[in-house]
């Protein structure tokens, strides 16, 4: 994996339409700024290299967005959510960002959350300098929590170029902000 840059973050909410919420909800993400091995080779057919790229990518980003949880005393114990996205820079293939999301990316997080039986919510596009990606967040155990779902958008200024690929990751704390949506009877 050539890692060109990476970019970590945190969202902590601590009020919500007038409502304090204790303890805030905490959304992590990370993204790392890669080159694409594919890029401007037109559509090729074996993804496997971009399958590796994201079991690594994927493994990298969640040490990643753990360390920035356990800087507010959060652990893996302590993740409800997850999603993930990757933007593919314009000489790239939309279907490259599938391989890297799909085939093998969960396998590493889940190890390092300690579970998560749940598809991890994605999302993946190809765009330019700049283009912000929105990442959907679901309950890593049970996709049907509804107040697990929600979104959290990221964008890398400076990526991606035309032959680079951001990976995201958002590992979510506490759920969406004064979630109250019950479910139908």
């Known amino acids: ?5 990476v970019h970590s973050a945190v969202h ?10 204790d303890p805030p909800t905490v ?16 559509r090729v057919e074996d993804l496997d290299e971009l399958e590796v790229l994201g079991s690594e990518s994927a493994a990298f980003l969640v040490d990643r967005c753990l360390r920035v949880l356990q800087a507010l005393d959060l652990n ?10 990757a933007i593919i820079g314009v000489d790239g293939d939309r279907e490259h960002s599938a391989a890297i999301l799909h085939p093998r990316f969960g396998a590493p997080v889940r190890v390092a959350i300690g579970g998560g039986v749940d598809i991890i919510p994605g999302t993946k596009k190809v765009g330019g300098l700049g283009a912000p990606i929105t990442m959907p967040i679901g309950n890593k155990d049970d996709r049907w ?22 990976i995201a990751l ?3 704390c506490g759920g969406r902000p004064g979630a109250r949506v019950k479910k139908p009877q």
């Open 1 to 5: 994996m050539k890692i060109r840059s």
């Open 12 to 21: 902590e909410t601590m009020s919500e339409a007038g409502s304090v919420i």
């Open 76 to 85: 893996a114990a302590d993740v409800r959510g997850y999603g993930k996205g």
């Open 170 to 172: 958002a590992l979510s």
């Open 145 to 166: 929590v509804f107040d697990d779902m929600d979104a959290v958008d990221i964008s890398v200024p400076d990526a991606p170029h035309a032959d680079e690929i951001v």
């Open 27 to 42: 959304v992590a993400t990370c993204a790392v700024v890669v080159h694409n091995p594919l890029a401007g080779r037109g």
